[in-house]
């Protein structure tokens, strides 16, 4: 399935991903699961606002919080994050095969003008 | 270099100024612009070639055609060229050093940054590391994935 940069997800994927703290709690949990708690403790803010961000993180779909136990732990959703990097991949590979095709045309046009 | 960027580097076998004109003539643009698979004819490239100025290309395949519409933000002769997408916000910057020996590098950075077209304020705020970003997948992808 091809990924388009008009994906209204990976937008909020990489709105998401555009915040420091955010960034930081996708990385610590793809160690694993842990809670809105424990994600708290290591930053200077309030509860609130660390629970803002893991709104932002479940609505682009990169995190997911259970729903039956009480401490309702979050968790990474990797799909979100591969459809980002796929889009990555994509990129690169845009510009690797047009650099290819410019290189070829740079050629050919130097053998041009030295004929 | 900031570690907001998406950055792709190649040095190419020209003096600076030929790629220059081949990255901003619409008659070089032609000849490899399009993705493989699909032309970019001449006439359905626009270069107004400078900041403010349009910069769209059409680009032609058999499962149909793609347009880019962009409008230049930076145009500095033979050094960089920055332009911004109008449909995604995209916003390509393309460097062009001299590396003294008949070649030229060239760096692509890539942001994605709607938000920083919006407001300039924001621009340092915006931390979207991609590079970072393909870190954490290769990370996730070698551990567990329960």
Same mark, same amino acid.
């Given at each position: 399935?091809?990924?388009?940069?008009?994906?209204?997800?990976?937008?909020?994927?990489?709105?998401?991903?555009?915040?420091?703290?955010?960034?930081?709690?996708?990385?610590?949990?793809?160690?694993?699961?842990?809670?809105?708690?424990?994600?708290?403790?290591?930053?200077?803010?309030?509860?609130?606002?660390?629970?803002?961000?893991?709104?932002?993180?479940?609505?682009?779909?990169?995190?997911?919080?259970?729903?039956?136990?009480?401490?309702?732990?979050?968790?990474?959703?990797?799909?979100?994050?591969?459809?980002?990097?796929?889009?990555?991949?994509?990129?690169?590979?845009?510009?690797?095969?047009?650099?290819?095709?410019?290189?070829?045309?740079?050629?050919?046009?130097?053998?041009?003008?030295?004929? | 270099?900031?570690?907001?960027?998406?950055?792709?580097?190649?040095?190419?076998?020209?003096?600076? %100024? $030929?790629?220059?004109?081949?990255?901003? =003539?619409?008659?070089? &643009?032609?000849?490899?612009?399009?993705? !493989?698979?699909? +032309? @970019?004819?001449?006439?359905?490239?626009?270069? %107004? $070639?400078?900041?403010?100025?349009?910069? =769209?290309?059409?680009? &032609?395949?058999?499962?149909?055609?793609? !347009?880019?519409? +962009? @409008?230049?933000?930076?145009?500095?002769?033979? %050094?960089?060229?920055?332009?911004?997408?109008?449909?995604?916000?995209?916003?390509?910057?393309?460097?062009?050093?001299?590396?003294?020996?008949?070649?030229?590098?060239?760096?692509?950075?890539?942001?994605?940054?709607?938000?920083?077209?919006?407001?300039?304020?924001?621009?340092?705020?915006?931390?979207?590391?991609?590079?970072?970003?393909?870190?954490?997948?290769?990370?996730?992808?070698?551990?567990?994935?329960?």
């Amino acid at each position: 399935m091809a990924t388009t940069i008009e994906d209204p997800q990976l937008d909020s994927v990489f709105t998401a991903l555009s915040d420091r703290t955010r960034r930081d709690i996708v990385a610590r949990l793809s160690a694993g699961e842990a809670t809105v708690k424990e994600l708290a403790e290591p930053y200077a803010m309030s509860m609130q606002a660390v629970s803002q961000h893991i709104r932002v993180l479940e609505r682009s779909g990169l995190i997911s919080q259970g729903r039956h136990r009480q401490t309702r732990p979050c968790r990474l959703e990797p799909a979100a994050l591969e459809a980002a990097l796929s889009w990555i991949e994509e990129s690169r590979r845009t510009w690797s095969e047009r650099m290819d095709r410019l290189e070829t045309h740079l050629v050919r046009l130097q053998e041009r003008e030295n004929q | 270099m900031n570690d907001d960027e998406l950055v792709y580097r190649r040095v190419l076998p020209a003096p600076r %100024e $030929l790629v220059w004109r081949c990255l901003t =003539e619409p008659a070089e &643009l032609a000849h490899f612009w399009g993705p !493989r698979g699909m +032309a @970019t004819p001449i006439d359905g490239i626009v270069v %107004e $070639l400078h900041p403010g100025g349009r910069f =769209e290309t059409l680009m &032609l395949g058999e499962h149909g055609s793609h !347009r880019m519409v +962009a @409008t230049f933000t930076e145009v500095v002769p033979p %050094e960089r060229l920055a332009w911004v997408d109008s449909a995604t916000g995209m916003h390509t910057t393309s460097t062009l050093n001299d590396c003294g020996d008949g070649r030229t590098e060239v760096v692509i950075h890539q942001r994605n940054v709607p938000e920083t077209m919006r407001m300039p304020e924001a621009r340092a705020g915006f931390l979207t590391s991609l590079d970072k970003l393909e870190e954490h997948l290769a990370h996730l992808t070698q551990g567990d994935r329960s």
